[in-house]
């Protein structure tokens, strides 16, 4: 019986080691309460279109001659709130960094469509704020119980492709770039959304017991992760994160 | 022209003869190490190499080596001569900074000759940098700073490191100005926590700081909020309402603020208390402030929960609080000029300005008002700050106020006398004479003094009393005389006072005080006193007031009576407790240990019968307290009920009965020898007195005894437990029928005889028969009887079974143990009957007589 347990966890823990080990710099917090305040604040303020869409229709000429009302998201491109509320709380976070990991894959080819230095400066900051969420992605992974589990799969999110389709025409493609980051607004307030209920959860917990909200959410995560030989296997790359920082 | 020649010239030579001089400068040897950086304090050699070449040119070895640092020869004891080439010097303990050292050698004998030269730096190793903070100044990057430790003499590098888990961000290195402080060349992220570090480097060592790892909104320091603009409000003239724009960080936190504001002319700063602006907010309303008062104010904010730092102060604004009514009335006075009219006098007001504290605001006008006695008022609104009016000679009352955009002030009221007035004053009336002077600029102070024009002794006398009377001491107490019965200036007062039969005594009381205390008093004295009250012209005397002096002071009975009290209850105490302790030998010797005939009692035993200690279910049965004494009935019933609980109320009340009846039946000799006849009865205490008499002769008596109407299969023993030595007729089975016959019928004559003779043996007055003490020791009365008879009927009635007699029976018998002989014959007689009624097998009966008997279990 124990021998049967320990081939079980050994995997799981020579892969957690791995995770774990991969990205070997500044360390991370270990206070849940704190980072999935920090996260929470993160989604709340980049769910802004002040803080990059308007800035992208501003640049590209899409605020006038009510241009602004064929922005919309389309269908598809992000995964809804309902979707997000369905994963278990490793998958959402794999989902997340997934699809920030396009995003920032995207604006660097909108960052050529955009000429004026203030502007790209500004886009630059949005991509940092980006990466710093991912990293707090990183940590959030690392404190969730069994963090060695890798296994599950993450939903792929078809729409958001790293550059749009290259016969269009500019228009078009400043278009389509529009209606991208009105998605990932839309996105980034679905994560505030799931962030805040894990919150109270974790309030719920607490008047509870302590550990009864992360208990929860791993259990959760196992629970979805019956179904993972049905699933294909999608691993984070967390060496996709190292990168020199923006100005 | 031919300057330029010349000047091409001395080129060309300098050119040729330093290509010539390169040649012959070649050094004879070198010094290893070529350019060194020695710590401090540390030890070093360096070591001259002499060329080949040059030791045959000049016929040298390394002998011939000598060293010197900035131009002076080093001893030779610093040297070794490693080989015919080398020569090395060695310097311990290194405390200059820049040392010029030159290997020399001695050519021909007296030509010094320099062969090499070096310069060795010495310096220290960075120390670990300390106290690194950090700071984002929003809108800016992130500064960090530190403190970077001893000076090091050398060249340091510190190089600023951060990074997140994830991501490693670009060294900043320091400016050669600023070498303790970098600026990253990225904005901050909020909410992530980044770790940052420094490494000071240079020749001598790398040494790294401690790692910080926050979030940069924790060191953010704020924008200071802008646009500060100040407005008033009309309702209140105290209040200033104070708006702002926060900075754009608002957006990511919480902010709390300082807010300081002063007088336009004050230097120093009031603060709201922080607690009131400990949150995000636009505005702030002021109070307590002072009406139409300009106040100037700043704001500062920072994060909320405190972390991080201080925004600076924003621009200060100002406002002006709104105006209120005048707090105070304009002091103003009259100057009085003849007039040329007769009956006529002009009278001019005049009076001040009010300071702006009192003021509250712009003074628009002063409204005058005359009242003449018995007129009507007359009103008058002035502009100015003085008015001149035409009154005719009688007295006027003058009121001023001041009006501004709010209300009017309260009156200042002036007297101005008639023309003709003489001072009508009278004797003996106190007058209040207040004088102001006047100056140029206005009225100056006021001051008053009661006079008499002539003084009289007081028309009453002060009326004392006792306020409070010890024993020895009375404290009095009285009134001031009212002004209208003074007649003068109180100068002092006399107390007198005297006993019945005693001298009066006189005590002088100054005429400020209205107590005085009498002490040295005697005690349960009648006292009377008066007193006096004197002016310069003499005094008068007051009612007489008596009192009597208590016997005792207060709490002097009771410090009395309770020692004596506790006394007694000690001794009390003592008493009982030596009783208690002897009680022993007090009985010795006042009731010797007699045995007692009426605690014997038949005790049980059979092999197949529990020992009586076991009848555990009886126990729990009589579990009531009450029942201590009886602790086992044994009942013959004919059937196997169970008593109700009422049968055991009943048993409980006969049950006290018998404690007090066996109470009074315990004296000399135990006159209740009766009791013992009860065969269906036995008490707890015979436990007790059999282990009490051991050592005394015990009793047996064989009994055939049936269990639960069960025929005994096996002989039933029985045992008394009396002390009394054993009777040679209770052996003897005649005897015993004699008892089972007195069972039956009480009053028998032998049966009488039987327990007259056994108890006579014990007895102290043999000739008093058991009955007739029996009578006189029993309490119980005929009502109490009679009362429990019915009772027992009320209760044995509804259920009508023999067990219920029984107990009835053996209730009433127990409860009577030593009762009169009619009592028990009528209730034992009963009890029979119930017993045959329901043809229960009589138990106890004597059915063999053992010798030796059995030990009670």
Same mark, same amino acid.
């Given at each position: ?247 | ?35 060194? @950086? ?96 950090? /700071? ?8 960090? &700073? ?12 510190? =190089? ?55 979030? !940069? ?35 990511? @936190?919480?902010?709390?603020?300082? @807010?300081?504001?002063? =007088? ?82 002009? +009278? ?12 509250? %605001?712009? /003074? ?17 609104? +002035?502009?100015?700050?003085?008015? =001149? ?17 709010? %209300?009017?002030?309260?009156?200042? +009221? ?18 209040? @004479? ?8 206005? !009225? ?35 009134? &001031?005389?009212?002004?209208?019965? &003074? ?203 059999? &282990? ?19 025929? !005994? ?33 009480? %009053? ?53 079974? %023999? ?25 034992? =007689? ?5 017993? /045959? ?21």
């Amino acid at each position: 019986m124990q021998a049967q347990l320990l081939w079980r966890t050994l995997p799981s823990l020579v892969l957690g080691l791995l995770f774990l080990s991969m990205p070997a710099m500044g360390s991370c917090s270990d206070k849940y309460p704190e980072l999935l305040g920090q996260l929470q604040k993160q989604a709340d303020f980049m769910q802004h279109t002040n803080t990059l869409l308007d800035l992208y229709i501003r640049s590209q000429g899409l605020d006038k001659n009510g241009l602004k009302e064929h922005c919309r998201e389309r269908p598809g491109a992000f995964p809804s709130k309902d979707a997000l509320q369905r994963l278990s709380r490793r998958v959402f976070l794999r989902t997340l960094d997934t699809t920030l990991g396009q995003v920032l894959l995207r604006l660097a080819a909108l960052e050529q469509d955009i000429p004026k230095a203030q502007d790209l400066e500004m886009l630059s900051g949005v991509k940092l704020n980006i990466r710093g969420f991912k990293n707090n992605i990183h940590c959030m992974a690392q404190l969730l119980p069994g963090s060695s589990e890798t296994t599950e799969p993450t939903p792929t999110s078809p729409g958001a492709s790293p550059s749009p389709t290259p016969t269009l025409d500019t228009f078009q493609r400043r278009l389509e770039g529009c209606r991208f980051l009105h998605g990932y607004h839309r996105f980034m307030r679905s994560v505030g959304q799931v962030f805040r209920e894990w919150g109270k959860s974790l309030s719920r917990s607490r008047r509870h017991s302590p550990h009864q909200g992360l208990l929860k959410g791993a259990r959760r995560m196992q629970l979805s992760g019956r179904n993972k030989r049905l699933m294909p296997r999608v691993q984070l790359a967390p060496g996709s994160h190292r990168g020199a920082p923006g100005g | 022209m031919l300057t330029l020649k010349i000047w091409i010239v001395q080129a060309l030579f300098i050119f040729f003869t330093t290509e010539s001089v390169g040649e012959l400068l070649d050094p004879c040897g070198y010094i290893k190490p070529e350019s060194p @950086i020695v710590q401090l304090g540390s030890n070093f050699t360096a070591v001259c190499v002499l060329k080949e070449k040059c030791m045959d040119y000049f016929h040298v070895n390394a002998n011939y080596i000598f060293w010197k640092t900035n131009h002076v020869t080093i001893p030779k004891e610093q040297y070794t001569i490693i080989n015919k080439t080398a020569s090395s010097v060695t310097f311990t303990d290194i405390s200059l900074l820049n040392i010029q050292l030159t290997c020399n050698i001695r050519t021909f004998g007296q030509i010094d000759q320099n062969v090499y030269g070096i310069r060795i730096i010495s310096g220290l190793p960075p120390e670990k940098p300390t106290n690194l903070s950090c /700071i984002v100044n929003e809108g800016k990057k992130m500064m960090c &700073q530190w403190d970077p430790g001893r000076e090091t003499y050398l060249e340091t590098n510190f =190089t600023l490191k951060s990074e997140w888990a994830t991501e490693k961000f670009a060294d900043c290195k320091t400016k050669r100005d600023t070498p303790t402080s970098c600026t990253v060349d990225y904005s901050p992220v909020y909410f992530v926590n980044i770790e940052v570090w420094v490494e000071a480097e240079n020749a001598l060592g790398k040494v790294t700081s401690d790692h910080i790892n926050f979030d !940069p909104v924790d060191k953010v320091k704020p924008s200071p909020p802008h646009n500060l603009s100040v407005s008033n409000s009309e309702e209140l003239s105290s209040i200033l309402k104070l708006t702002w724009i926060n900075s754009s960080i608002q957006g990511f @936190i919480g902010l709390k603020y300082n @807010i300081q504001y002063r =007088t336009r002319d004050a230097s120093t700063w009031s603060q709201i208390p922080p607690e009131d602006t400990a949150s995000t907010r636009y505005s702030f309303t002021v109070q307590d402030l002072k009406p139409f008062t300009e106040y100037v104010f700043r704001i500062r904010c920072m994060k909320e929960d405190g972390k991080g730092f201080w925004s600076d102060w924003s621009e200060e604004a100002s406002g002006i609080t709104y105006e209120d009514r005048p707090s105070k009335a304009p002091s103003f006075w009259y100057k009085i000029e003849p007039s040329h009219t007769h009956g006529y006098r002009s +009278v001019q007001l005049i009076w001040k300005t009010l300071p702006p504290f009192e003021a509250n %605001g712009k /003074i628009l006008d002063y409204e005058v008002t005359l009242t003449r006695w018995k007129s009507r008022l007359q009103n008058y609104t +002035v502009n100015d700050t003085k008015w =001149t009016v035409n009154i005719t000679n009688d007295r006027y009352i003058a009121t001023l106020t001041a009006r501004n955009l709010v %209300g009017k002030s309260n009156a200042a +009221v002036l007297t101005i006398p008639a023309y003709d007035f003489q001072g009508n004053l009278a004797e003996s009336k106190c007058y209040l @004479i207040t004088v102001t002077p006047v100056y140029a600029d206005g !009225p100056g102070s006021t001051e008053s003094i009661k006079a008499y024009l002539k003084q009289a002794p007081p028309s009453k006398g002060p009326t004392v009393r006792t306020k409070k009377v010890g024993k020895n001491e009375a404290v009095l107490e009285w009134d &001031q005389l009212p002004v209208d019965v &003074q007649n003068g200036f109180i100068r002092n007062y006399t107390i007198f006072y005297r006993t019945i039969i005693g001298n009066e005594t006189a005590v002088n009381v100054d005429s400020s005080h209205t107590e005085y205390t009498l002490s040295s008093l005697t005690s349960d004295t009648l006292y009377m006193v008066r007193m006096a009250a004197y002016t310069d012209e003499g005094g008068k005397d007051g009612p007489e007031f008596t009192f009597t002096t208590p016997k005792f002071a207060q709490g002097e009975i009771e410090a009395i009576v309770v020692p004596v009290c506790l006394a007694f209850l000690l001794t009390t105490l003592l008493g009982v407790l030596f009783c208690f302790n002897k009680r022993d030998l007090i009985k010795k010797h006042i009731w010797p240990n007699v045995p007692d005939p009426s605690k014997s009692h038949i005790a049980q035993w059979s092999p197949h019968t529990p020992p009586r200690h076991n009848f555990n279910s009886k126990d729990q049965m009589y579990s009531d307290g009450n029942f201590t004494d009886v602790s086992v009935v044994e009942i013959e019933a004919a059937n196997d009920k169970k008593p109700f609980p009422e049968d055991l109320k009943s048993l409980d009340l006969f049950k006290k009965e018998k404690i007090s009846t066996e109470g009074h039946s315990s004296g000399i000799g135990g006159s209740s020898c009766m009791s013992s006849s009860r065969p269906s009865i036995s008490s707890s205490d015979e436990n007790e007195s059999a &282990q009490n008499t051991s050592g005394t002769v015990q009793y047996s008596t064989v009994v055939h005894s049936g269990y639960r109407h069960q025929v !005994p299969s096996v002989q039933v023993f029985s045992r008394s437990e009396s002390t009394q030595p054993l009777l040679d007729s209770e052996e003897r089975p005649e005897d015993l029928q004699l008892v089972d016959n007195i069972d039956s019928s009480v %009053g028998n004559l032998p049966r009488q005889q039987y327990f007259k003779q056994n108890c006579s043996q014990h007895e102290t007055s043999p000739d008093i028969s058991h009955f007739e003490r029996s009578k006189q020791v029993s309490s119980v009365n005929e009502e109490d009887f009679v009362r429990l008879k019915q009772q027992i009927s009320d209760i044995s009635q509804p259920y009508g079974s %023999g067990q219920m007699k029984m107990f009835q029976e053996i209730s009433v018998a127990d409860a009577f143990g030593p009762r009169t002989e009619g009592q028990v014959e009528r209730f034992e =007689t009963v009890g029979m009957e119930a017993a /045959i009624d329901e043809g229960m097998p009589k138990s106890y009966l004597p059915q063999t007589v053992r010798r030796g008997g059995y030990m009670p279990q």
